[in-house]
Nanobody, 115 residues
Framework: QVHLVESGGGLVQAGGSLRLSCAASGSIFRIDTMGWYRRPPGKQLEFVANIASDGSANYADSVKGRFTISRDNAKNMMYLQMNNLKPEDTNVYYC?????????WGQGTQVTVSS
C-alpha cells in the first residue's frame, strides 16, 4: 500500500505564504508524476500543479507565478510553495502520485486565506 500525508496547511492573510508538504511512504518503487489538486466548494477536483520525475513542472493558470512545486526523490517528498495567496486559494489541497499505472491520494490539508 501507498500512504500519502499532507502537511503545512493553515490560516494566512491575503498576500501571505504557506508551504505544503506531501510525504509518500509504503510501497514506493518509482514515482512518475506527483501533483497537487484542490476541490472548490461544489465543484470537481481542480488541478493545481504537477511535477514529473525529471523535475519538469506544470501549473494551472490561476497559480502561475505564485506557486512553485518541487520534489525530493530521495526522500519521496513533494512540496508546494504558495506565495501571494488570495482568498480564492482557500481550499483543501490534496497530494497525488502516479506510480505503476495507479493513482494515489492523500487525505488533504486545509488552506484558508483571509481577506
Amino acid at each position: 500500500q501507498v500512504h500519502l500525508v499532507e502537511s503545512g496547511g493553515g490560516l494566512v492573510q491575503a498576500g501571505g505564504s504557506l508551504r505544503l508538504s506531501c510525504a509518500a511512504s509504503g510501497s514506493i518503487f518509482r514515482i512518475d508524476t506527483m501533483g497537487w489538486y484542490r476541490r472548490p466548494p461544489g465543484k470537481q477536483l481542480e488541478f493545481v500543479a504537477n511535477i514529473a520525475s525529471d523535475g519538469s513542472a506544470n501549473y494551472a493558470d490561476s497559480v502561475k507565478g505564485r506557486f512553485t512545486i518541487s520534489r525530493d526523490n530521495a526522500k519521496n517528498m513533494m512540496y508546494l510553495q504558495m506565495n501571494n495567496l488570495k482568498p480564492e486559494d482557500t481550499n483543501v489541497y490534496y497530494c497525488n502520485i502516479y506510480q505503476l499505472r495507479s493513482n494515489y491520494w492523500g487525505q488533504g490539508t486545509q488552506v484558508t486565506v483571509s481577506s
